[in-house]
């Protein structure tokens, strides 16, 4: 079954920290364009960093995250992660990692970040 499974949501104070997983199966991460998003209530869904498929590993950033989160692979986990710092109320989203390959547009579930204090 090819799934994307994401964990480490939860609820954390301005300023605090949170890294994000996204465990896959059924796909290769290193050869996927592997993508997280967010959509906070009321709002459209919004790319917030991408890593590219091998060889060429590049990341990129929406402009309200960079410089705070990051983006990062494990190919041994076949798994995506994106850490979070100096989160900000603007930053509470449904985060849900995205892969995309060739025709492949795959989803997953979602994983709540909720930034209060």
């Known amino acids: 079954q090819v799934q994307l499974v994401e964990s480490g949501g939860g609820l954390v104070q301005p300023g605090g920290s949170l890294r994000l997983s996204c465990a896959a199966s059924?796909?290769?991460?290193?050869?996927?364009?592997m993508n997280w998003y967010r959509q906070a209530p009321g709002k459209e869904r919004e790319l917030v960093a991408t890593?590219?498929?091998?060889?060429?590993?590049?990341?990129t950033y929406s402009d309200s995250v960079r410089g705070r989160f990051t983006i990062s692979r494990d190919s041994d986990k076949n798994a995506v992660f994106l850490q979070m710092n100096s989160l900000k109320p603007e930053d509470t989203a449904v985060y849900y990692c995205?892969?995309?390959?060739?025709?492949?547009?795959?989803w997953g579930q979602g994983t709540q970040v909720t930034v209060s204090s």
């Open positions: 995205n892969a995309r390959r060739n025709l492949l547009n795959l």
């Open positions: 059924g796909l290769t991460v290193s050869t996927s364009f």
């Open positions: 890593i590219t498929s091998a060889p060429s590993v590049l990341t």
